[in-house]
């Protein structure tokens, strides 16, 4: 028993590191609300959940001990405070993953209380006040501290489920104005000028609609969020008080869990302690928005529930009984019986929507109390000369945007306004996303990219005169031809190893702004094929140094001459594809396409190979690569719009963070590519090689 009981610590542990870890991400990224990203409701959490409430759930156990009992009101509180970090995840589930989750969840809950309350009929939570009476020690009624937790256990999952039935609905209220305000922001993107100005003005217009309009952001901000974190506050005061008077120094815990009963209570405490914080602030996250007198008297005053926090209900009590019955009186019965069902969960659902906001005004006066005694406190400072230091009126700052951007703030309610501070600090935390992004530039790549001034090398590495060695025709993609000439280059012998690291971490470097390219303007499955070979061919270049299992550092010891080492490479190409004509697994097919890249690229290399040295050889690819680099780096500016938005609601933050930091990366390799005469391209065909390549080849008069 004793190693089950280090057994629960862990689960415990294991619960606290991701709730710290959210935490962290929070203060990183200047979110005071805390989303959840790494503590969400799934089957993996409930299940280590499990683990570590099997104190409170243990019937076969008499624990008597003052330590046993404030372990099992430990436990307790622990899971009010991982159910008061969990809420916000739910806004992240879709409508089949929230309804196995809360079911999951409301089984445990159940499970936890009913478990609970026969330890209070059956005496095993009790009033432990004849135990170490010798010892002075001021003791506490266990069950009747019990049974507030049981209470605020059930809140909290009555919170949860009124929570996902509104989550539902607000949902698409909220895609709905992200619709109008994406329609808005690309009228704005067409009259900004220069175009990284451009695209900042457009990430920061998303990104205010992706954190306004986050459905996280939407559910902390809701009157039953500021609940849970009352409650969760009074369960950690609760147990915080109630952890004073036990001595885990003496020797008898009562218990078959015995020493580690402590090990328990302590990880747990430390867990409610540190899970408290993000509830506590969310509490006041609702204070984001500009609430007055007459918006708390309208919606709480009057008992106002909104719409869609009982519009899911309202549709489930309209629409038909999905099972066909063959008697019309067992259809009207279980009708009947659906309404009346429905009418009580609509009744239930608003009851626990105004109980909340009713205890949402604690944090809401609270504040509003803090405030009047601050502004009292400056006031007696000024009256009674506590500072004779004249009071300098900060400058105004001209907020020249603060109208442009609070145009794309989304919210559930249209008689609410965000506040200024608040929108400036999701304003801020977009840009200090593209500073930060901004000192960890490309420089490699940037070095790289100098070595060309326009786009010829895309026509150069594969002049269409080549017989293809295959007669499947399969589509052309930006990384392959750059992991070929790549693997011929590392082949070079009489290269400084430093200039042949450098152009390979330049390469590297490039590459994860062509997957950015491919991924966003290239996702047909035809060229997810073809892009799957060259990511799987650079890692073996790169890591190995080999192309298709030969070391390409050693050709030098069977061939000397660049064109020897040319003439190599097509020749083991051709016979790669020919020993592999006939197979069709997805090895072979790997090797093909490899191969038959490397047979076409260095078939059109050796028609003019004839007296080039290496170090010219090295040169010539080199600047073949940064041609074929920069034309595909031109799509830079559509990639950056077209990740600003997605229409998958969960995703949309992601999404805009990985745009904003695209942007602060590429900023200057965007700005060197403007001054480039882009070839006669239709707009449609930038984002194809075989587009630029014929192009290039064949320029229109």
């Not at 294991?14 to 005071?32: E, S, T, W, Y």
């Not at 409930?46 to 009992?69: H, R, W, Y």
């Not at 249209?414 to 501070?421: G, H, L, P, S």
């Not at 965007?670 to 391209?681: A, G, K």
Request: overall charge neutral; some cysteine; glycine content about 4%.
């Amino acid at each position: 028993m004793v190693w089950i009981g280090i057994y629960i610590a862990i689960a415990s542990l294991v619960c606290i590191l991701p709730m710290l870890a959210d935490l962290i991400h929070g203060f990183r990224n200047k979110k005071p609300w805390f989303p959840c990203k790494y503590f969400t409701l799934n089957a993996a959490s409930l299940t280590v959940i499990a683990v570590a409430m099997k104190l409170p759930v243990d019937l076969n156990n008499s624990m008597p001990g003052q330590v046993d009992q404030g372990a099992k009101l430990g436990s307790m509180a622990f899971m009010c405070t991982m159910m008061a970090n969990l809420l916000p995840s739910l806004a992240t589930m879709d409508t089949k993953e929230l309804l196995t989750n809360i079911i999951a969840l409301s089984i445990l809950v159940i499970t936890l209380v009913v478990n609970v309350c026969i330890q209070i009929k059956t005496g095993v939570l009790n009033n432990n006040k004849h135990y170490y009476r010798d010892y002075n020690i001021v003791s506490y009624n266990s069950w009747l501290i019990a049974i507030f937790y049981v209470a605020m256990l059930l809140a909290l999952l009555m919170i949860h489920i009124s929570s996902a039935l509104t989550i539902l609905k607000s949902k698409k209220i909220l895609d709905s104005k992200y619709k109008a305000g994406h329609e808005t922001a690309l009228k704005d993107l067409e009259l900004q000028q220069p175009m990284v100005e451009k695209l900042r003005q457009h990430v920061s217009n998303h990104w205010i609609m992706a954190g306004t309009g986050s459905p996280q952001f939407m559910i902390v901000c809701s009157a039953t969020t500021s609940a849970s974190g009352v409650i969760c506050f009074l369960s950690a005061l609760i147990l915080t008080i109630i952890m004073f008077p036990i001595r885990p120094d003496l020797p008898n815990y009562g218990s078959d869990y015995k020493g580690s009963v402590v090990v328990i209570l302590v990880t747990q405490f430390i867990g409610v302690l540190l899970g408290t914080v993000a509830p506590l602030s969310r509490c006041f996250a609702f204070l984001s928005f500009k609430v007055s007198i007459k918006w708390i008297w309208s919606h709480i005053g009057v008992f106002k529930v909104e719409s869609y926090c009982t519009q899911k209900l309202f549709d489930w009590k309209q629409s038909s009984i999905p099972f066909e019955f063959s008697s019309r009186i067992c259809k009207c019965f279980f009708q009947d019986l659906k309404i009346l069902t429905l009418n009580l969960c609509i009744r239930i659902q608003k009851t626990v929507v105004i109980a909340c906001k009713m205890i949402a005004l604690i944090p809401i006066f609270f504040v509003i109390g803090a405030l009047c005694c601050f502004h009292c406190w400056k006031w007696l400072k000024v009256m009674f000369g506590a500072s004779n230091s004249v009071l300098v009126e900060r400058p105004v700052q001209i907020q020249h945007n603060r109208s442009d951007l609070s145009q794309y703030v989304l919210q559930l309610q249209d008689d609410m306004e965000i506040a200024e501070r608040a929108l400036e600090s999701i304003s801020k935390s977009g840009n200090i996303v593209i500073q930060k992004a901004e000192k960890h530039k490309p420089n490699n790549l940037m070095n790289l990219l100098e070595k060309s001034s326009g786009f010829e090398g895309v026509g150069q590495y594969d002049v269409h005169q080549v017989p293809p060695l295959l007669e499947e025709k399969y589509v052309d993609c930006w990384s392959l031809p750059l992991v070929t000439l790549t693997a011929i280059i590392m082949s070079l012998p009489n290269i400084q190893k430093d200039n042949t690291d450098k152009l390979l971490r330049s390469v590297g470097e490039g590459l994860r702004y062509v997957t950015h390219v491919e991924e966003t303007l290239n996702s047909s499955e035809e060229y997810a094929i073809i892009q799957k070979v060259a990511r799987t061919m650079w890692l073996e270049v790169e890591v190995s140094h080999k192309w298709l299992g030969n070391k390409v550092q050693n050709l030098a010891y069977e061939v000397n001459t660049p064109k020897e080492i040319v003439q190599w490479f097509s020749d083991t190409a051709e016979n790669i594809v020919t020993e592999n004509l006939k197979v069709s697994d997805d090895i072979s097919f790997h090797k093909k396409i490899s191969a038959s890249s490397m047979y076409r690229i260095t078939q059109t290399m050796l028609v003019d190979i004839d007296q080039v040295s290496h170090e010219e050889l090295f040169g010539r690819l080199s600047s073949m690569i940064s041609c074929i680099l920069a034309a595909c780096l031109t799509n830079l500016p559509q990639v950056i719009t077209m990740k600003c938005h997605t229409s998958v609601i969960e995703e949309r933050d992601t999404s805009v963070h990985t745009a904003a930091q695209l942007l602060g990366e590429t900023m200057q390799i965007i700005n060197s590519l403007q001054v480039r005469n882009l070839p006669s391209l239709n707009p449609d065909d930038l984002p194809f090689i075989d587009k630029w390549r014929d192009c290039v080849l064949h320029p229109s008069p």
